[in-house]
């Protein structure tokens, strides 16, 4: 195609997928929409790709799987699918409380392309409200499960799968008129498809998707071909999965030649009787790739965003890892082992290219969910609070972002008077984390600290979502790793105490909670950074007077002046910490690794593939817990005092193995050849 012409027509369908994202956003009634922009939207080629994707987007779901679902059901004009269902849907919804529609646009008989929308839906049946929580041990749990089914036919609304859908979740209302929202979008997309057929004719439009998803592959590789040729291993965790307090590892290892990738996730840690598990049937699905999508597009952000751009990479996903869920695997929290995935991207291009990538994630973040009783006979009210976030991780020339990390999406925050004119809460504080930045040559960024006062009786709320209590954000280059989260009910009265992962709480009038949220990583040495920039952290609050001093040698005078005598001399008289190191990880994944190293996990991992699957966690938590018995739990006791004699630890563990799986040769991993 002239490339004037796909120039015009890329602008073209990336405007109609942008009217689109804006007609879903301002006609929703939830506010995970249309305040947090939990939602995605785009148009979608008839091999099943998405070919035209709204920059304003708040997720990158770019290379979403939607050619099964599109071929499950044989569709007539008029028709939309509905499916929620991430096994059903092979993969297209990645779980259950994201509703897919996927509508066809006819032009004269013939389907020209497929209008796509996705809602995440605030409550969707299941055992607990809102629908997540990491301690279900089946998809059956975690709310209605839809396969790919006609939600609409021939224009028709399915008032059968109505009933049945509403009968289903807490908040039918809301459910609702967040479905006929979706409809709403996908019916601005069709009437502005059917004026660019008629602008520029029904064979261009058809030659233009394919031409679009050609011209991204060509533009990332381009990007790509920056990563020197090479191997390059990381992983990273997540705390624990709740199940046990073992830590999940998410291992990698990239191989690039000539600006293309292969993920390899061999050696990654078992599936996991918890909701952590992600979904991606053994693809290279959009869960794997939120890492790699920023790369490619903060160094080219020309790049029409499309299915193409993941062209130049493939990934070696083998079944039976937290990384490729089977069914019937709990899948709610996938989005946590996800993160820990893609911070394990982030390290691998660390090593590659360290100049052209900042650090990892701070973290999951925490969603604050609230369950308001109701009258008796009808249903309670369920809201997300909150989508509280860590900072962004600081890069080689420049400072993180504070309070609000969009590694992984670009989910708004609700304001304060959202917040307060919809739930029985009052926000006492809203503010940031002092000190918990990584120190850096380049600072990381401060997370968020909230505090929510509960206004009524026999509320619940719950505390989602969230991790690094263990593993925090880790440094880069000489900077230092971030501060861990926290979370407090009643903080600084008599019944004050740590909550831990909480996942449910009953709280009554008066009781607050308190969230201080986990800071990004630093980069480069801090005691390089420049004082006036300490300075101007002290005055603004991120950092304290006496972290100034602590963590970048820099006194600040009582006029809020750098003390430039004093400061030389603190600089002069420092401890060096981890200057020179490519990585800081914190003292907990110092004293894990100490014992629990890579070659070790790997050789673990491989027999207990050899395992059936019903038996590989209890085994593995049998082996690990006889090695360390007094593991202790996540933000409630040190990994370093516990394994202080790392040498008996290790022959724990050998012993462990020997008595759990005996002295036959341990199986190739999935995915991996025989040793």
Not at 99 to 117: C, N, S
Not at 179 to 184: A, C, K
Not at 549 to 564: K, Q
Request: one cysteine or more; aromatic letters at 6%; charged letters at 25%.
């Amino acid at each position: 195609m002239e490339p004037v012409l796909l120039e015009i027509l890329a602008n073209k369908v990336t405007a109609i997928a942008d009217e689109m994202r804006i007609t879903m956003q301002r006609t929703s009634r939830s506010v995970f929409v249309n305040e947090a922009s939990d939602f995605a939207v785009g148009l979608i080629d008839l091999e099943g790709e998405v070919f035209a994707w709204p920059p304003g987007s708040k997720t990158t779901s770019i290379n979403v799987p939607a050619a099964y679902t599109i071929g499950a059901v044989e569709v007539e004009p008029g028709d939309v699918i509905v499916t929620n269902d991430p096994y059903l849907s092979q993969g297209m919804s990645t779980h259950l409380p994201d509703l897919h529609l996927v509508r066809p646009y006819y032009h004269k008989g013939r389907v020209v392309a497929y209008g796509w929308g996705f809602i995440h839906y605030m409550d969707i049946g299941g055992r607990v409200p809102g629908s997540m929580t990491v301690e279900n041990n089946e998809i059956f749990q975690e709310g209605i499960r839809i396969p790919p089914m006609k939600i609409v036919k021939r224009g028709k609304l399915n008032a059968d799968f109505v009933k049945i859908f509403q009968a289903n979740c807490r908040l039918p209302d809301i459910n609702m008129a967040d479905l006929l929202s979706t409809l709403g979008c996908l019916e601005v997309g069709a009437k502005r498809v059917a004026e660019t057929i008629e602008l520029y004719g029904l064979d261009t439009f058809i030659e233009s998707q394919e031409a679009l998803k050609a011209y991204s592959a060509a533009k990332a590789r381009a990007v790509l071909r920056r990563l020197p040729d090479g191997v390059y291993d990381f992983w990273d965790y997540i705390d624990d999965d709740m199940v046990s307090d073992i830590p999940i590892r998410m291992r990698l290892r990239m191989t690039v030649a000539d600006g293309t990738l292969n993920f390899d996730l061999t050696g990654t840690d078992p599936q996991v009787p918890a909701a952590y598990n992600v979904p991606t049937l053994g693809t290279l699905h959009n869960w794997l790739t939120r890492r790699i999508t920023t790369f490619i597009r903060t160094h080219d952000d020309t790049i029409p965003l499309n299915a193409g751009m993941y062209r130049p990479i493939t990934a070696t996903n083998p079944p039976g890892t937290v990384l490729n869920a089977e069914f019937p695997d709990p899948v709610a929290a996938r989005h946590a082992t996800a993160t820990g995935f893609n911070n394990a991207v982030t390290g691998a291009l660390l090593k590659a290219a360290p100049d052209l990538m900042a650090g990892p994630t701070c973290g999951l973040g925490g969603s604050v969910v609230l369950t308001e009783p109701a009258p008796e006979g009808e249903n309670a009210s369920v809201i997300i609070v909150q989508s509280l976030r860590g900072g962004m991780s600081a890069y080689k020339g420049g400072d993180g972002v504070d309070a609000r990390d969009v590694t992984m999406n670009t989910m708004h925050n609700h304001p304060i008077e959202t917040i307060e004119g919809k739930c029985a809460l009052r926000v006492v504080e809203y503010d940031i984390s002092t000190d918990s930045g990584g120190p850096g040559r380049w600072r990381g960024g401060v997370g968020q600290a909230m505090t929510l006062e509960v206004l009524s009786d026999g509320c619940t709320i719950q505390v989602r979502g969230f991790d690094r209590l263990r593993f925090p954000c880790w440094g880069v280059m000489g900077g230092q790793h971030g501060a861990s989260p926290m979370f407090l009910i009643n903080r600084g009265k008599a019944d004050e105490r740590q909550l831990g992962k909480a996942e449910q709480l009953l709280v009554s009038t008066g009781d607050t909670i308190t969230a201080t949220m986990e800071g990004a990583a630093g980069y480069g040495d801090p005691h390089l950074r420049d004082p006036d920039a300490v300075r101007r952290d002290v005055v603004y609050g991120f950092v304290s007077r006496e972290g100034a001093v602590r963590d970048y040698g820099v006194v600040i005078a009582d006029d809020e002046s750098v003390d430039e005598d004093a400061t030389a001399q603190a600089r002069g008289a420092r401890v060096k910490k981890n200057v020179g190191a490519d990585f800081d990880f914190g003292p907990e994944r110092e004293a894990w690794e100490r014992v629990f190293d890579d070659e070790a996990m790997s050789d673990l991992n491989r027999r207990l593939y050899a395992l059936p699957k019903s038996v590989r966690h209890a085994t593995r938590r049998r082996v690990i817990e006889r090695a360390v018995p007094n593991l202790p739990k996540a933000g409630w006791g040190s990994l370093v005092d516990a394994l202080r004699d790392a040498d008996s630890a290790r022959a724990r563990l050998r012993e462990a193995i020997l008595a759990e799986l005996g002295e036959a040769e341990a199986v190739a991993l999935p995915g991996q050849a025989a040793q």
